[in-house]
C-alpha cells in the first residue's frame, strides 16, 4: 500500500535527497544559521542588535541568543544532510542541534514577550520556533526506536 514516505533516489541518498526529503527542516535551519550570523555579527560590530527587543538584553546575553540558534541551525543542518552511512550519528547531531537553537529561540520568546509583550506576531514565531524544534526532537527519536526494532527483527540493516 502506498504511503506518504518519500524515498531517496540513490543509494546512498544525496544531498539533494536530503534536501528533498527534509525540505522544512533545511529552510528552518539554514534561516537559523543565517539569524544567528546576524544577531552575533550586529552585536559584535556595531553594538546595535538585529532585534529590538534583544536591545534591552545584556550584550552577552544577545550574543548568547545569536551563538545558539546559529550553532542549533549548524547541527540541525549537517544532522540533516549527513552525508555517512552511520544514521544514529546523524540523528544524534540533528537531535542536539534543534535542542540548542530551540533553547536560543526560548531565550529569544522570553526576551521579546518582557520587552514587547503586545508583540504577538513576533513572540508566537519564537513559540513557533521553539515548538518545532520540540517536535522535530521527538520525531527523531520516535524514528530511530523504530528503525532499531525494525532492524532487530530483520536482523539486517534497515
Given at each position: 500500500m502506498p504511503d506518504r514516505?518519500?524515498?531517496a533516489r540513490h543509494e546512498p541518498p544525496s544531498l539533494l535527497d536530503h534536501v528533498l526529503g527534509h525540505p522544512f527542516e533545511v529552510a528552518v535551519s539554514a534561516w537559523w544559521i543565517v539569524a544567528g550570523v546576524l544577531v552575533t555579527l550586529t552585536v559584535i560590530g556595531s553594538g546595535t542588535p538585529a532585534s529590538a527587543s534583544l536591545g534591552r538584553l545584556p550584550m552577552l546575553l544577545?550574543?548568547?541568543?545569536?551563538?545558539?540558534?546559529?550553532?542549533?541551525?549548524?547541527?540541525?543542518?549537517?544532522?540533516v544532510i549527513w552525508p555517512g552511512t552511520r544514521l544514529t550519528t546523524a540523528w544524534a547531531v540533528e537531535r542536539a542541534g534543534w535542542l540548542l537553537g530551540g533553547a536560543g529561540w526560548t531565550a529569544y520568546l522570553?526576551?521579546?514577550?518582557?520587552?514587547?509583550?503586545?508583540?504577538?506576531?513576533?513572540?508566537?514565531l519564537a513559540a513557533v520556533m521553539v515548538t518545532g524544534a520540540a517536535l522535530r526532537i521527538v520525531?527523531?527519536?520516535q524514528h530511530e526506536r523504530q528503525v532499531r526494532a525494525d532492524v532487530h527483527e530483520t536482523g539486517t540493516d534497515a
Open positions: 514516505h518519500r524515498r544577545m550574543l548568547g541568543v545569536g551563538a545558539t540558534v546559529g550553532t542549533g541551525g549548524i547541527l540541525a543542518l549537517a544532522g522570553a526576551a521579546v514577550a518582557w520587552a514587547y509583550p503586545r508583540s504577538l506576531v513576533t513572540i508566537s520525531a527523531l527519536y
